[in-house]
């Protein structure tokens, strides 16, 4: 609840010295986590990330050094752009793994400089989603439930108000997908991904769970599903849902075109090779099953799932992907570019990937079509990094929607940057692209390179 220091920004992430809001432990080993660019990008300090020509990256907000204790924002995932000037914002903070140690923060920025941060709410469950509804409140996404508040009552925590409770808590299970992720449909229904608590429906052996099926896909607590609640008015939404679509994993990132096609970016199942799963982008429909967990990729089948027989792959009980992307990419969050900043990406989605492989670590942006479904091409290719350098590697085995890389370079380089990870994205009035990174503690304003 306190003004950042003039000097903080500039010496976040960035300063060759230790600066904090707090005495670091005796012994701590403190490091700058970027080294400082040429200029500024926008204003804003300049980030050593390799990037498209004419893009850069500059610095809004981040710890000082590589002690994750003396963090003041420990873990942001999403931002929310709160006045048409692009000042004032709001920032979910996971906190940890854990509930209770989430937050809502508000920061203001003005000139190039993080002028203010104030704590807001405290105490929350693993919060993620950040975002507007149909009467124009705020609304936030915790581990089991959706809730509403005000950000600019003199005592937010004093105002939340749940909307949609008893989501499942999968950190009871297996700690895999916890987190309540959701959009706004045209007609003000919630749609809310609940992930899979596994990773693919199999024990400790290997085996899978469940004699016929897997439940956590087919039963009736709709786990590895969309969820839709319909709109009541007035800021309610109704104690019901009906599951809208299943079998997807992991649907933390969903977008709705304005042609009205509802876009999942799939998180795949973590198999051991580099080279497979390919995640997936996927048009939803309602009532259609996705193929989590006896299905991956285009068509195949799931080898431990595979003697059941559950699902024919091949067949048309599984809806298959619009287009394959790079595997272990992690999106984590995407929208259709709308703003004045970047004409080349106008309409085109743009997409985080979070993944600790080479392939993540990245922002994207794919060409669509007029239903905002990426178009795919014959020999599309997915970037990763290979040695620090952006590389290409060919989509094979289905359709593939080539990317453009927005970012290039944003694997680990000792001295200059970290590995990135980024999560939520944001297109502020002015048509920058804000992006949270929960590893690394900063929220970074991706602009036009001005010479």
Not at 316 to 337: G, I, T, V
């Amino acid at each position: 609840m306190r003004p950042i220091l003039k000097g903080l920004l500039a010496a976040a992430l960035l300063a060759p010295f230790s600066l904090s809001l707090a005495p670091l432990p005796a012994g701590a080993v403190t490091r700058p986590l970027y080294k400082a660019g040429p200029g500024t990008c926008g204003g804003f300090p300049r980030l050593p990330i390799g990037m498209r020509p004419g893009y850069c990256a500059g610095l809004v907000l981040g710890p000082i050094s590589s002690v994750f204790g003396k963090r003041q924002i420990r873990m942001p995932r999403t931002l929310l752009p709160l006045d048409p000037q692009g000042r004032r914002w709001l920032v979910s903070d996971l906190g940890a793994w854990t509930a209770g140690k989430g937050a809502v923060w508000r920061i203001t920025v003005e000139g190039g400089r993080l002028t203010k941060v104030e704590k807001l709410l405290s105490g929350l469950a693993m919060p993620h989603t950040l975002a507007f509804g149909p009467d124009g409140r705020v609304y936030l996404g915790e581990e089991s439930r959706i809730s509403a508040f005000d950000p600019n009552a003199a005592d937010p925590m004093r105002t939340i108000q749940p909307v949609v409770s008893g989501l499942p808590a999968n950190h009871l299970h297996e700690d895999r997908h916890p987190l309540s992720s959701f959009i706004f449909d045209a007609d003000g229904s919630l749609l809310i991904d609940v992930g899979a608590p596994s990773d693919q429906c199999l024990d400790k052996s290997n085996v899978p769970v469940g004699k016929t099926r897997c439940e956590q896909s087919e039963g009736a607590e709709a786990t590895a599903a969309i969820r839709r609640y319909a709109y009541l008015g007035g800021g309610r939404w109704s104690g019901s849902y009906t599951v809208l679509a299943r079998g997807l994993r992991n649907s933390v990132a969903m977008a709705r075109h304005f042609s009205g096609t509802l876009l999942q970016a799939e998180n795949g199942a973590d198999f051991p090779t580099a080279d497979e799963p390919y995640e997936t982008i996927n048009v939803i429909t309602a009532g259609k099953h996705y193929g989590w967990p006896y299905c991956y990729d285009y068509d195949k089948a799931n080898a431990a799932w595979a003697p059941l027989k559950v699902m024919d792959c091949a067949s048309s009980a599984r809806a298959k992907p619009a287009s394959l992307m790079a595997p272990h990419a992690a999106p984590l969050s995407m929208l259709y570019y709308r703003g004045p900043m970047f004409p080349d990406l106008n309409g085109k989605l743009v997409m985080s990937w979070h993944g600790y492989r080479a392939t993540g670590s990245r922002i994207v942006a794919f060409s669509v079509d007029a239903k905002g479904v990426p178009v795919t091409k014959k020999g599309a290719r997915y970037p990763l990094d290979a040695g620090g350098k952006l590389a290409w590697k060919p989509i094979t085995g289905g359709p593939g929607a080539e990317p453009i890389a927005i970012t290039t370079a944003w694997r680990q380089a000792k001295g200059l940057r970290p590995t990135g990870a980024p999560v939520g994205l944001a297109v502020a009035p002015d048509g920058a692209i804000w992006v949270a990174d929960d590893r690394n503690g900063t929220i970074i304003r991706i602009a036009k390179d001005a010479p």
